[in-house]
Each structure stands twice: as C-alpha cells, then as structure tokens.
C-alpha cells in the first residue's frame, strides 16, 4: 500500500513569490491535513481538508490556502512567499473518523 | 489551553538503556495522546498512541504512561538501540466541530551511543 506522496522534495522561491505543493493521500483515506514544521517554531497546524472541504484551520496569515481534489488529493499554495516562511512542509492523511495521521517525507521549501 | 509541553530537548543514553520522554498538556478536552518518531530528511511516523481511559499501553519496547489526574504522559523506550536515535514528538488532539487537529510537542532529539 503506498504512503502519503508529496512533491516536490525540495523547492526553492524567490521572496514575493507563490509556491503550490501536492499532497496524494493514502488510497481510500479522505481526510488531508498540513502542516509545517521549523526549528524555531515546530509542528504547527495548517489546516485540514476532508471531501473536498476545508474543516478546520489553524493560526496562519490569509496567504496559506489549500484545496481538495474529488479523488481526496490535495495541495497546499503560498502566496507572496516571505523569508520565514521557509519551512518543512508535511501532508498527513487519514481514514474517515480516524486520528492516526499517516505523514509523508514532506516538501523542503527554501525562500531566498 | 492549546499547548504541549515536551522534556527533555535532547537526551543520550547508552545501547540497552532505558529512554524516557515526558510531556505535559493543559487542555483536558484532549482525548488521544500519540507519540511520533522522525528520522532526519523524513515525515513523523506514528509510534504508539494512548486514549485517557487507560493509564499505559505497551507496543514491544514502547511503552506510554497516562497520568490523567497530572495531564502529563510519558514515552518509555526500554533497550535502546542505536536506531532509534531520532526526535520523538508527543502530540494530542481532540475531537472538534468538525475534524481534529494534532497539537505537538517540541520535540526530543535521542541518541543512542553503541
């Protein structure tokens, strides 16, 4: 069975930039979660989306959005990307009505 | 309300020792209390999880302690070894509106010498 795939690996923007990430969860888990994780500041919620439908949010500025797909992929956009935003961005999906989030490698989002 | 408070920062200890993570929580709204292991260059993997009805859970050398009185839960690693050299991450969420969401700790960086 295949994990949770993110891509890219890596990315590197320019500050004032947009970046999207994708996210392609377990097969049948409909629930996409993100988050993104720094030294200084470390896992922190994004939001999360289940059919196709944003459900819960976390404490980030308008500039983090995200969507759903009807085949329960999901990506993750930036808009004018600032310093720290450079992070480690992680995916986790998991079933309906479940809390064992499986994580995938994450993107390493670098902003120069 | 929303925190989790994770000790040690780091931590060695010797091949066969036994490691052990603490973390503390506020919200008693919290219902699921998992532990995550994260090798460098890769995503969380979910270790070994507790609910607050029961007060340890063992998975082979994992073990966590639920104290529900003193919101504070602890990772046991017995035997370490080498490879479990990592940070573990305590994390807790509950059951929202709609959804959850996974609140994490800071993190502890384990090394684990030969």
């Known amino acids: 069975k295949a994990g949770v795939t993110q891509t890219p690996r890596y990315l590197i923007k320019t500050r004032g930039q947009q970046v999207t990430l994708s996210c392609s969860p377990i097969s049948g888990h409909r629930s996409v979660s993100w988050y993104q994780q720094t030294p200084g500041q470390g896992l922190q919620f994004l939001f999360e989306y289940f059919s196709e439908t944003q459900r819960n949010k976390g404490n980030f500025p308008g500039r983090f959005s995200g969507r759903q797909f009807s085949n329960s992929r999901s990506e993750m956009n930036v808009s004018t990307l600032e310093l720290g935003d450079s992070a480690l961005y992680l995916c986790a999906s998991t079933p309906m009505g479940g809390r064992g989030y499986t994580f995938g490698s994450g993107t390493r989002l670098t902003v120069v | 309300q929303q925190q989790v408070k994770q000790s040690p920062q780091s931590l060695i200890v010797q091949k066969g020792g036994i490691s052990i993570i603490n973390c503390a929580y506020e919200?008693?709204?919290?219902?699921?209390f998992p532990w995550y292991q994260q090798f460098p260059g890769k995503g969380p993997a979910l270790l070994i999880a507790?609910?607050?009805?029961?007060s340890e859970k063992k998975e082979g050398r994992f073990t966590i302690s639920f104290n529900k009185s003193a919101k504070q839960f602890s990772l046991h690693i017995m035997d370490s070894q080498p490879g479990d050299s990592a940070t573990y991450f305590c994390a807790a969420s509950k059951r929202e509106t709609s959804g959850s969401r996974l609140t994490f700790g800071e993190g502890t960086q384990l090394t684990v010498n030969p």
């Open positions: 507790i609910r607050p009805d029961v």
């Open positions: 919200n008693t709204a919290f219902d699921y």
